[in-house]
């Protein structure tokens, strides 16, 4: 995902990295992270770009906890 990241600040978007503990922690811990996660940027419009399970936590993050400002989930 870096280099996805890197390519993506080339091209003047801001990007920040949520890690999660995907074999510690179960998926609604793990969502209620990463809703606070994106209230804490406080940014109005935010997309999140998820692989495999990121997509997973980021799709249940979104339905679980009401997070408006999330645009997009790809």
């Known amino acids: 995902m870096i280099l996805l ?3 993506m600040e080339r091209a ?6 949520f890690g999660y503990a995907s074999t510690r922690v179960d998926l609604e811990e ?3 992270r990463l809703a606070s996660f994106v209230r ?14 990121g997509g997973v936590v980021a ?5 679980a ?3 408006a400002q999330v645009c997009r989930i790809v």
């Open 5 to 7: 990241q890197r390519r």
């Open 12 to 17: 003047g978007l801001r990007c920040v990295r």
């Open 30 to 32: 793990n969502s209620r």
């Open 40 to 53: 804490s940027l406080h940014a109005p419009r935010i997309h999140i770009v998820g692989h495999s399970l």
């Open 59 to 63: 799709l249940h993050a979104v339905a």
């Open 65 to 67: 906890h009401s997070l």
